[in-house]
C-alpha cells in the first residue's frame, strides 16, 4: 500500500509545488493536498494562532489542520538559509516546532535547510527519502529528476509571461510573496477584476533565479531576506515594462515593513499598495482597484496623446 503525504497548499507549497510534486511520483509516494483556502481554514488558523501571527502563517495553520487525519505524513520543512549570506522569514525557520507544539499526535515529514551549516537541498531531500523507506540512490534521483523538472516549468512558465509584452493591453504588476499571489481566497478577488478588465497581469515571482541579486541591488544592497529579494528584484525586472503595480502584503510582516519602504521609494511606477489581515481585508478593495485602473486608462490615453 503506498504511502501517503499531505502537503497543505500555503507558505512554502507555492514555492516549492512543483519539485514536491515529482519528488514524491518518482518515489511512486501519494500525495494528498489540503483544500483550498477558505473562510473555515482561515477561521481554524486564527484561533490556533497567537495573535501576533501574520496572516499567511494563520493560513498556514489551518491548512494542517485541514490535512489532520486524511494522510500517513504532513510535509512540514524548516528552512534557515537557502542562499549564502541571507535568511528566509522566522516563520519558515520555526514551522516545524510550531506545528509539533500545536499538533503532537501528527506524523511530520521534515527535512531542514541551512546552507550556512552545509545543509543543502539535496541532502535534506536524500534524507526525506530515507525517512519513508527509500535508499540512498533511489532519493537521489528523485531529487535529481524533480530539480529538472521544476527548472522546465519555471522556464515555461517565464517565456508565457513574457509573451504578454507584445500586446497593446494595460499591463499590471502583481508583486508579492507566491503565497499571497497564487492564493485564490487573499488574491483572487484582484485577479477577478484584472481579467475582468481583460488587464495583463505580470507575476512579480517569474524571473529568472540569476538576475534576482543584479536587479534586487537597484532597490538596496542591504536586504538579506531572500523572499524579499525575490519581490524586489521582480518589481525593478519589470518596471519599466508594465503600466501599473498592484503591492500585496499579510499583515504584520516583519521583512515587508521594510521592503514596502523600500520599494515607495526606489520605484516610479504607479502602484496600489493592498494589506490582508483577515477575512474581512477584501471589503473596499472593488472602488480601489476600479479607481487605480482608471488613473491607469488615463495615463495611458494621455500619453498615446502626446505620442501623435
Known amino acids: 500500500m503506498k504511502k501517503t503525504v499531505g502537503i497543505p497548499k500555503a507558505l512554502l507549497f507555492y514555492y516549492y509545488k512543483d519539485l514536491w510534486k515529482a519528488f514524491f511520483e518518482k518515489l511512486d509516494v501519494e500525495v494528498i493536498y489540503s483544500d483550498d483556502t477558505n473562510k473555515e481554514i482561515l477561521e481554524k488558523g486564527e484561533r490556533i494562532s497567537i495573535d501576533e501571527a501574520c496572516l499567511a502563517l494563520k493560513i498556514y495553520l489551518g491548512h494542517i489542520d485541514n490535512l489532520k487525519g486524511r494522510c500517513d505524513y504532513i510535509l512540514v520543512p524548516r528552512m534557515y538559509c537557502v542562499k549564502k549570506g541571507e535568511q528566509v522569514c522566522t516563520n519558515f525557520n520555526a514551522l516545524f516546532d510550531i506545528v509539533h507544539n500545536l499538533y503532537p499526535d501528527i506524523n511530520i515529514l521534515n527535512y531542514n535547510i541551512d546552507l550556512e551549516k552545509r545543509k543543502k537541498e539535496s541532502k535534506a531531500f536524500i534524507h526525506m527519502g530515507e525517512q519513508l523507506g527509500f535508499s540512498y540512490i533511489e532519493s537521489y534521483n ?30 499590471v504588476l502583481v508583486a508579492s510573496h507566491p503565497y499571497n499571489l497564487y492564493d485564490s481566497y487573499i488574491s483572487g478577488q484582484i485577479i477577478q477584476h484584472l481579467e475582468k478588465e481583460k488587464i495583463d497581469i505580470i507575476y512579480s515571482d517569474l524571473i529568472q533565479p540569476e538576475i534576482i541579486n543584479r536587479e534586487c541591488e537597484k532597490i538596496s544592497t542591504d536586504i538579506h531576506w531572500s ?48 494589506v490582508f489581515e483577515n477575512e474581512n481585508s477584501g471589503a473596499g478593495i472593488t472602488t480601489r482597484l476600479e479607481s487605480f485602473f482608471d488613473i491607469l486608462k488615463a495615463k495611458k490615453e494621455a500619453y498615446h496623446e502626446r505620442s501623435h
Open 142 to 171: 528523485a531529487y535529481l529528476c524533480a530539480k529538472e523538472i521544476e527548472r522546465k516549468k519555471k522556464e515555461e512558465k517565464i517565456k508565457e509571461q513574457e509573451k504578454k509584452f507584445s500586446s497593446n493591453n494595460l499591463k
Open 227 to 274: 523572499h524579499s529579494k525575490e519581490v524586489m528584484a521582480g518589481i525593478k525586472r519589470y518596471e519599466k515594462k508594465v503600466d501599473g503595480m498592484i503591492l500585496i502584503s499579510s499583515f504584520p510582516c516583519g521583512p515587508d515593513s521594510l521592503a514596502v519602504e523600500m520599494i515607495k521609494r526606489k520605484v516610479d511606477l504607479p502602484t496600489l499598495y493592498l
